[in-house]
T-cell receptor
């Protein structure tokens, strides 16, 4: 595709529900990154994929957060038993091969937990 | 992890003015990027500049990797330049670290 796409663009959920956020990277980009951005703040690194493997999961805030990637393409970030502090914009980026190369961002998913 | 500090945190300019934004980082890096986050939240790539100097229109950037800083220059600012400017650095462990940003407001 032309760029990184994410869906849904907005998600409102009730506390305690599970949510799934999707990211489609640029075709051919083997590296994929998830970030969280709280209102008025910078970006917080969550997890990185190289192909379908996630060598570094240390940025995930708790065991309620998980992510997977299939076919070296689409990735899903799952948040279980959502809490109000999970409310944020979740951004996905991809780059060719590794962090040596330029990363490109999707438009983000705005998550609101009521 | 790598500490990334951006300054100033806030900047107000009159249209047509020039400005310099700074990014300091605490360790050696293999990637440095500048982004502009527009009012709709989209992150726009400005420069991929782990070292050296680049120019793109009214914007230019310089990274001095040995001294662990990068500068973003905006000349003849326009109202459309408003938003938040982020510096991000990457290391050998394939993580990226973002600064907290410089919020720019260009007034007509």
């Amino acid at each position: 595709g032309a760029g990184v796409s994410q869906s849904p663009s907005n998600k409102v959920t009730e506390k305690g529900k599970d949510v799934e956020l999707r990211c489609d990277p640029i075709s051919g980009h083997t590296a994929l990154y998830w970030y969280r951005q709280r209102l008025g703040q910078g970006l917080e690194f969550l997890i990185y994929f190289q192909g379908n493997s996630a060598p570094d999961k240390s940025g995930l805030p708790s065991d309620r957060f998980s992510a997977e990637r299939t076919g070296e393409s689409v990735s899903t970030l799952t948040i279980q038993r959502t809490q109000q502090e999970d409310s944020a914009v979740y951004l996905c980026a991809s780059s060719f091969m590794s962090s040596y190369n330029e990363q490109f961002f999707g438009p983000g998913t705005r998550l609101t937990v009521l | 992890g790598i500490q990334v500090e951006q300054s100033p945190p806030d900047l107000i300019l009159q249209e047509g003015a020039n400005s310099t934004l700074r990014c300091n980082f605490s360790d050696s890096v293999n990637n440095l990027q500048w982004f502009h986050q527009n009012p709709w939240g989209q992150l726009i790539n400005l420069f991929y500049i782990p070292s050296g100097t680049k120019q793109n229109g009214r914007l230019s950037a310089t990274t001095v990797a040995t001294e662990r800083y990068s500068l973003l220059y905006i000349s003849s600012s326009q109202t459309t330049d408003s938003g938040v400017y982020f510096c991000a650095v990457g290391n050998n462990f394939n993580k990226f670290y973002f600064g907290s940003g410089t919020k720019l407001n260009v007034k007509p």
